[in-house]
DNA sequence: CGCGTCATTGATGTGCATCAAGTGGTGTGG
DNA sequence: CCACACCACTTGATGCACATCAATGACGCG
């Protein structure tokens, strides 16, 4: 990333502990004291915000080399509970000291803006596939986005295993888990891919990607 | 907002100049080279990303106080168009001078963290608003976070000229603007707000209130 | 004054939600 | 090791909220 020995020494000190979250339970949860943003280092996570009356939507699923809690900055609160959607390790990262660092960093401050940014530009994302897509749009986009963030980890670039139920997938794409369902099965009929209980094989990534940019095509 | 007078000084200097946008035309556009956040000093704006096969969704309309830009920040480009939707007036803070100014000044430096973070939060709730509210209750929403911003701005409670078209309120709620327009005259006949064009006078805030967090109540 | 833009309202269609029944995989305790 | 219970998922039948299509009306501007 460009830096000097003397810099990485620096962004080292950043991290200030480790801390494994069991499949299941919260990193921190909506009306918690912000302190810190967490790295994570390996397992899945969901973020997800909720209305006064129950309402409750997925904002995002995040996986290793992703930092959560961004939320939490604006109020010294967070606003949304970050779940371990399988056995997870974070580094804790108090803020305090990230702007502190990032004071003495260039490359720190540049990063921690540029973090917050591509936070800003995947929600716009979300925006535009809520309100203005239909659903096997929305599944198309939500696969292709999940394997590609996956191959840059070094995963397959057509399969899959899904961490999260089809209810998860729907709060997230806006959409009824039966309508998740469905339109998984359609994929299947149609030969784009192969489902078998949460691993997805992608058959044909340009027809996924057909689907996502066509309004007219079904 | 705590600074001492020399702190002040050296926030201001954030401001390189200003600039004058017409009604309709751009701050700056999707693609745009990325180089300044924007204050708004006065009028009234709105951003819309749009996807390769032309859809366009509204991710927000910002006023005079808030901020724009912050898309820009992670590829050095814009991700979304900001249009001006009646005359207005901004501030041009070159990001550079911002990053540099805000290692030294350390309230600064908070808050820009605090307005990436504020709105990555707004659009949390936006995701909440899109993915799982009816059509009443996204306009019920709507008009409520209108007239609180602009009331903590010194207007009415109850008084508000939209600045956009049915259409473009629409395409932030993810609705059709014959949807916005007869949950509109629904509102009307129920006796919770007056509308004439698009001057908008809320009588019962409550009632409005009510609507957003009810999923059973008609 | 006439045209273009924006808004309203009605009639009809459809995509997804809802309700409901059934299957399969997993984990647990007898 | 099997029986049972539970949960996630699938699939079908039906209904509804909103989209779509279409006609008309109200401003505002040149």
Redesign the interface.
């Known amino acids: 990333m460009g830096l000097t020995p003397g810099e990485l020494d620096r962004i080292e000190d950043v991290v200030a502990s480790r801390r494994k979250i069991k499949r299941g339970s919260t990193l921190f949860r909506n009306g918690d004291k912000f302190t810190s943003l967490y790295a994570i280092r390996t397992g899945f996570f969901k973020t997800c915000?909720a209305?006064?009356?129950?309402?409750?939507?997925v904002?995002g699923f995040q996986m290793a080399g992703e930092v959560i809690g961004?939320?939490?900055?604006?109020?010294d609160n967070h606003?949304?509970d970050a779940v371990a959607l399988e056995d997870a390790e974070v580094c804790v990262m108090p803020f305090d000291r990230i702007?502190e660092l990032?004071?003495?960093v260039?490359s720190l401050?540049?990063h921690?803006?540029?973090i917050?940014?591509?936070?800003?530009?995947r929600?716009?994302?979300?925006?535009?596939l809520?309100?203005?897509?239909r659903a096997e749009e929305r599944l198309a986009a939500f696969l292709l986005n999940l394997v590609q963030r996956l191959h840059a980890r070094g995963f397959s670039q057509s399969e899959v295993v899904l961490r999260m139920t089809r209810e998860e997938i729907g709060?997230?794409?806006?959409l009824k888990l039966e309508t998740v369902s469905r339109t998984f099965s359609k994929f299947v009929d149609d030969g784009i891919i192969e489902v078998k209980q949460r691993h997805v094989r992608i058959l044909n990534t340009d027809a996924l990607r057909e689907i996502v940019?066509?309004?007219i095509t079904t």
Chains 1, 2 share one sequence.
Do not use: A, F, P, W
Request: with cysteine; glycine share 10%.
């Open positions: 915000v209305s006064e009356d129950g309402r409750d939507q904002t961004l939320d939490g900055i604006v109020n606003t949304c702007e990032s004071r003495e260039n401050q540049r921690v803006h540029k917050m940014s591509r936070e800003i530009v929600e716009n994302g979300v925006m535009l809520l309100g203005s897509m709060s997230y794409l806006g940019n066509s309004k």
